[in-house]
């Protein structure tokens, strides 16, 4: 699969193994753009978790 993420801002932190993008974050795939505040990702399990910096939800667009 094809995934591409960017943000203003990306920190790889190798003591942890994670890497967190954050602000003006849109996520794509050939199946759906998501627009969000931050991601992190661990770099070992490929686990992630997408939020908003407030309570918000994050907006999901499916491809058509």
């Keep these: 699969l094809e995934h591409k993420v960017n943000s203003d801002n990306i920190d ?5 193994s ?3 993008a954050y602000s003006n ?3 794509r795939n050939p199946e759906l753009n998501l ?3 931050k991601v992190e990702i ?3 399990t490929q686990d992630s ?3 908003m910096f ?3 939800q994050v907006k999901i667009i ?3």
């Excluded at 790889?12 to 942890?16: I, M, Q, S």
């Design 12 to 16: 790889v932190l190798f003591n942890t």
């Design 18 to 20: 994670k890497l967190e």
């Design 25 to 27: 974050l849109v996520y």
């Design 35 to 37: 627009i969000a505040d």
């Design 42 to 44: 661990d770099l070992l």
């Design 49 to 51: 978790k997408i939020s």
């Design 54 to 56: 407030d309570n918000s």
């Design 62 to 64: 499916k491809n058509k």
